[in-house]
């Protein structure tokens, strides 16, 4: 097979064999106490994620009243986003009974705009992520500190430090929002305002997010961290893991829990103790050959994009808006997605 060179094509993918096995993906238990829950992440994760794509505050609400009866919705928080040119979104809400603050953050807004966005973090540099360490892209780098600017940093610092000082921290995000997930987790982690005990950290379908070293500073931050992956959704496998060995290539930080079915109920899954390795949803990464839009490689490009917008056999795209009440497998069929004829 053909050997990149310094004009990459970033999307010529290595077979399996080929592939640097990294020493970082040497397998790595997750601390049994740390251990990751199905009924978790499907009665707690899911509604927040649902709930921070809601279009309002009202409706985001009730959406965590039909599944969390007690939570509160502290502050809902909304900047410009320029380069994805659409609102970036972040709640924080407050459940007494669980005694746990929870940040989430919304995946981007609109169904083919989820899908295209990869295209622009694939262009993107990347920024050093201090005081955390390691590079991160710079289109998140900028989304996660808009919204900490936003009074995110201020609030969240005042509900740890002085409303509720024993409380966990929860800290969820779909898509582009668990990549920002991801950046809020390391940045309380590293920042004092809690123990690193008392993190939570579950994302669903997120992309590639900053470079070895910064997954290597995050995996040894944080203790409990779960990327969830539902079947073929092709985002995690975004923006491509090159050949080139160097601070940036993009890797993947611990630990990948892989749904390869439809995710209801009772659902197996794969828990990889690797980080960014060819086992669970890595195993698929080969297939893709050509950028999106989908050419005629990519086998099944509808099941891909539907793996993204259905977790938990809800659709993320729509179940905010019946209140979260009623639970249902992605049934809308998404209109006007690339290479894919209506």
């Given amino acids: ?56 505050l009202h409706q985001a609400q009730i959406c965590l009243e039909n599944n ?52 622009n973090m694939m262009a993107n540099s990347l920024k050093d992520f201090e005081p955390v360490g390691g590079k991160v892209i710079s289109s998140f780098y900028d989304m996660f500190f808009d919204l900490w600017k936003e ?18 921290i929860w800290i969820f995000g779909h898509s582009l929002g668990g990549s920002l997930a991801a950046l809020a987790a390391a940045w309380v982690a590293k ?13 669903f379908g997120q ?9 290597r500073h995050f995996d040894s931050l944080l203790p409990h961290k779960y990327r969830v992956v539902h079947s073929e ?18 890797f993947h930080h611990r630990y990948e829990v892989w749904y390869n079915n439809d995710m209801t109920t009772g659902s197996a899954y794969e ?18 050959k050509s950028p999106l839009p989908f050419g005629q490689q990519q086998t099944d490009p509808l099941g891909s994009y539907m793996a993204h917008l259905s977790y938990y056999n809800v659709s993320l795209i729509a ?11 992605l049934k809308i069929r998404p209109k006007n997605l690339p290479g894919i004829p209506d």
Wanted: glycine letters at 4%.
């Fill in 1 to 56: 097979m053909k050997r990149p060179s310094i004009e990459l094509d970033i999307f010529e993918w290595p077979l399996a064999h080929e592939r640097i096995r990294h020493p970082y993906n040497c397998p790595i238990s997750p601390p049994s106490k740390f251990g990751f829950l199905d009924e978790f992440a499907r009665s707690r994760a899911l509604p927040f994620i649902a709930a921070a794509n809601a279009e309002n």
């Fill in 191 to 203: 920042s004092g305002m809690t123990t690193v005990e008392q993190i939570r950290f579950i994302s």
């Fill in 151 to 168: 009074g995110l940093d201020a609030d969240l610092r005042h509900e740890l430090c002085e409303e509720h000082t024993n409380a966990e």
């Fill in 68 to 119: 969390a009866a007690d939570a509160l919705i502290i502050r809902r928080y909304e900047v410009q986003c320029e380069l994805i040119k659409t609102k970036c979104v972040a709640i924080l809400a407050f459940m007494p009974t669980e005694n746990a603050l929870v940040l989430t953050f919304r995946a981007i807004n609109g169904v083919v705009q989820a899908m295209l966005d990869p295209l």
């Fill in 233 to 250: 959704d092709i985002i995690p496998r975004l923006p491509p893991k090159l050949l080139l060995n160097d601070e940036h290539s993009l």
């Fill in 271 to 288: 828990l990889c103790e690797s980080a960014d390795g060819i086992q669970c949803s890595g195993t698929l990464e080969p297939a893709l």
């Fill in 207 to 215: 992309p590639r997010t900053g470079n070895l070293e910064f997954a």
């Fill in 319 to 329: 179940w905010h808006r019946s209140g979260c009440a009623s639970k249902g497998h």
